[in-house]
């Protein structure tokens, strides 16, 4: 008989008085998968994340983790979780809260711990166990909060928004973590407004809006399903560009102006026969550009809200 996946849902339905947060979503996900849950505010990430922990009992539908109710699997330390809003107790140090936590949890779960070593490594907190919490920067936090997640080096790992406080190269060493961990064999499953770090880490993308996943596959499958490209280059301001054939919207970052197009070949024609075009750069359609053509237009401004 296969192995229970790592995370079950089916038909998870999470209501506060008239509002639904989650409507009968169902989603598998395989041991051993990185997978990112990407969605506006709203959409029932955070909400559906709870659930899983079993921080909240759902309206109506299942969860199991493992095989296991999300109760259960937690009682087991089958679950390690950052939550966007996860705290740390003042007027203590690092390694003091780190101890603390690796004794209740190893009594909780019945089971061994992470050797400290070890998990002070792969949480990239060396040179902070003698730190005071209240020290700690933002980015320095979050990584305090990784290593008490990987305290009994739980075969499931549950993200939410876990970089909003750090900086790009913060950023790229938690990712390499969360590289390092799936080839360990855990199953990663982060929420994340953050497209680019999407796109770049996770096997699988799951997007979901209202409450539902409304697409499910690789960031390269997600994307090829919107047309067109992205031309972009450097224009002087208020040049317009409506009118160019192929032509479907036009934004601007600065000096450099970026034109979603339908037929690439004849945007650039139009526009080259009006002379050179600096900084010249065609592309097809990101991950973000996908995500949102799923969205319903009065909500897509807040996808990339955190960026």
Do not use: C
Not at 67 to 84: F, H, N
């Amino acid at each position: 008989m296969p192995p229970a996946p790592a995370l079950e849902i089916r038909g998870l339905t999470v209501r506060y008085g008239d509002a639904v947060a989650v409507d009968s979503l169902d989603l598998t996900i395989p041991r051993g998968q990185t997978v990112a849950l990407l969605g506006p505010n709203g959409a029932g990430k955070s909400t559906t994340v709870n659930a899983v922990l079993g921080l909240l009992n759902p309206s109506a539908g299942e969860v199991r983790v493992l095989g296991r109710t999300p109760r259960d699997a937690v009682r087991a330390g089958s679950i390690g979780a950052m939550l966007q809003h996860g705290g740390l107790p003042t007027e203590t140090r690092v390694g003091e809260v780190l101890d603390l936590v690796r004794r209740s949890f190893g009594r909780a779960a019945g089971e061994g711990t992470w050797p400290q070593a070890d998990l002070v490594t792969t949480a990239g907190i060396d040179g902070l166990l003698d730190r005071p919490v209240e020290a700690l920067s933002g980015g320095q936090r979050q990584r305090v909060l990784l290593a008490l997640a990987l305290v009994g080096a739980p075969p499931l790992l549950l993200l939410d928004e876990p970089t909003s406080a750090m900086d790009v190269e913060a950023r790229r060493a938690f990712w390499t973590t969360m590289r390092g961990l799936a080839g360990r064999g855990h199953t990663v499953v982060f929420a994340t407004h953050h497209l680019d770090e999407a796109d770049a880490v996770a096997d699988r993308v799951v997007v979901v809006a209202g409450g539902r996943v409304v697409a499910d596959g690789t960031a390269a499958e997600i994307k090829s399903g919107v047309g067109g490209r992205t031309v972009s280059f450097t224009a002087a301001p208020g040049q317009r560009f409506e009118g160019v054939p192929g032509v479907t919207a036009v934004t601007w970052q600065g000096g450099t102006v970026r034109l979603a197009t339908t037929d690439a070949d004849a945007t650039l024609r139009a526009l080259l026969a009006d002379g050179g075009l600096p900084d010249l750069e065609v592309r097809g359609a990101s991950l973000e550009d996908a995500v949102l053509s799923l969205l319903p237009a009065r909500r897509q401004t807040t996808i990339g809200a955190t960026r």
